[in-house]
């Protein structure tokens, strides 16, 4: 529908006091990314030219939120808690600026797809002035229902309104809904608030838009996709059902995933070809895999990107800035961070590696950390090409090893190092020949706890 406009409104002023939480409903996440997040991508993905966003008084928390995700955005405040239609014409600025299609969602419904907008928003385009989005759950007690005539939408009834023959409808309301522009603010202005809330319920457009003679209509979709978030719980059920879409679509992708079940993805989570993920594995935000990894169980990943042929852990942690080039191998309990690791090198066991630089086919031995922080600033560590860091090193940043230097083992660096030679920084070895037979046979003469 490119060649139509498209303004998407989009609900953020709930509180969701059964969250039970300071922070903001919408700004809760799933699968890494707030739902507000994950409702705003899928308008995007949809076509959406123009983006509004309603929030409630005093939440510049989620207005900034907005701003971050999509920086042209408008945003309006609801002072007042006057309804869903109420909410709608909080944002009429950008109402009056025109578009061909309106689409109305909420930001606590994290899970709508692209296609289901497109879905929702297709009958306007042949003719529809309203549209509704509807599915039917395990259990209809409290949803309204989506009253039907063939083809043709008649009524969104609540509940408490309807008669029994409209109770047995399974057909119920998801609250999305589509307009066409030309008649958006028309029907909006027109709803009223006799109800017993005195509120104005966007439900409402579909009655008046067929009493002016227009067109109304139903779409429909999977439960689980407009399934609401209201509670942790269903915070919990909606990364339950996010996580087994992205474990899908990375394994139709091309990735194999030993246990799907125990591996934790974001949504903007990369997986190449061929990459194998082994079991309990966790990956944060702004990871990308390249083809043929191998992740070995007990990892995780946030902001780090990896090329073709690495391998990771056991129990590795790469946190926000690893770059580890192609064929690198990072082993258990090694942790990475704002460190670039080229081509072939190697930091197999128990080390720390943090705003540092290591070069191709560098290796750098088990319990070497690089002494990045002195309490007040971050410092950097360059290793060069074909360097070799012995056991238990500590190099004290800032600091440069050369390209193919040796560092010996047990050594703590604080001078560069430069190419080609060997650092040995460590006190002298001192052996005294019978000192333990003679201190056994002394304790064993006076018998006791130890002074001192």
């Known amino acids: 529908m490119s060649d139509r406009s498209l303004l998407v409104v989009v609900l953020a002023a709930g509180e969701g006091t059964r969250m039970a939480s300071r922070l903001p409903k919408v700004l809760h996440k799933v699968a890494g990314r707030t739902m507000l997040h994950h409702v705003l991508a899928a308008t995007r993905a949809a076509g959406a030219t123009r983006t509004a966003v309603v929030v409630g008084p005093g939440?510049?928390?989620?207005?900034?939120?907005?701003?971050?995700?999509?920086?042209?955005?408008?945003?309006?405040?609801?002072?007042?808690?006057?309804?869903?239609?109420?909410?709608?014409?909080?944002?009429?600025?950008?109402?009056?600026?025109?578009?061909?299609?309106?689409?109305?969602?909420?930001?606590?419904?994290?899970?709508?797809?692209?296609?289901?907008?497109?879905?929702?928003r297709a009958p306007l385009k042949a003719g529809a002035a309203v549209a509704a989005l509807g599915f039917e759950p395990a259990d209809p007690t409290g949803y309204g229902r989506l009253v039907t005539a063939g083809d043709e939408l008649v009524a969104i009834r609540e509940e408490k309104d309807a008669?029994?023959?409209?109770?047995?409808?399974?057909?119920?309301?998801?609250?999305?809904?589509?307009?066409?522009?030309?008649?958006?603010?028309?029907?909006?202005?027109?709803?009223?608030?006799?109800?017993?809330?005195?509120?104005?319920y966007l439900t409402d457009a579909v009655e008046i838009a067929r009493a002016d003679g227009l067109s109304a209509v139903a779409a429909r979709a999977d439960a689980d996709e407009v399934a609401g978030v209201n509670s942790r719980v269903q915070l919990a059920e909606a990364e339950a059902i996010l996580q087994r879409r992205l474990r899908l679509a990375a394994m139709a992708g091309g990735a194999t995933l030993v246990a799907p079940e125990t591996v934790f993805l974001c949504a903007d989570t990369v997986l190449g070809r061929d990459v194998i993920?082994?079991?309990?594995?966790?990956?944060?935000?702004?990871?990308?895999?390249?083809d043929d990894v191998v992740i070995h169980s007990f990892c995780h990943l946030e902001g780090a990107r990896l090329e073709s042929g690495v391998t990771i852990g056991p129990y590795a942690r790469l946190r926000p800035g690893t770059q580890l080039d192609s064929g690198v191998r990072i082993g258990n309990f090694v942790e990475t961070k704002a460190a670039h690791i080229e081509s072939g090198a190697k930091v197999n066991h128990l080390s720390y590696v943090g705003d540092a630089h290591v070069g191709a086919d560098a290796n750098l031995g088990a319990g070497t950390i690089t002494c990045n922080y002195d309490g007040f600033g971050k410092y950097r560590?360059?290793?060069?090409?074909?360097?070799?860091?012995g056991v238990n090193s500590a190099l004290v940043a800032p600091v440069t090893i050369g390209k193919g230097a040796f560092v010996g083992t047990g050594a703590v660096i604080t001078s560069d190092v430069p190419d080609d030679a060997l650092a040995i920084a460590r006190s002298r070895q001192v052996v005294k020949e019978g000192w333990a037979r003679e201190f056994r046979a002394a304790r064993a003469k006076s018998p006791g706890k130890p002074k001192g």
Not at 60 to 86: K, N, S
Not at 381 to 389: L, P, Q, R
Request: hydrophobic share 50%; charged share 25%; with cysteine.
């Open 163 to 200: 008669s029994p023959a409209e109770r047995a409808v399974r057909f119920c309301n998801a609250g999305l809904m589509a307009l066409a522009g030309a008649h958006a603010i028309g029907i909006l202005e027109r709803i009223g608030n006799a109800n017993a809330k005195g509120e104005y």
């Open 381 to 389: 560590t360059e290793i060069g090409a074909g360097a070799f860091i």
């Open 277 to 290: 993920v082994e079991p309990h594995v966790v990956f944060g935000p702004g990871v990308s895999i390249g």
């Open 59 to 120: 939440r510049e928390d989620v207005a900034a939120e907005v701003r971050r995700i999509v920086p042209d955005a408008e945003v309006f405040e609801q002072t007042e808690r006057l309804g869903t239609a109420h909410a709608v014409l909080a944002a009429r600025a950008a109402l009056e600026k025109g578009a061909d299609d309106v689409l109305v969602l909420y930001a606590d419904t994290p899970l709508v797809r692209p296609e289901t907008l497109g879905l929702l």
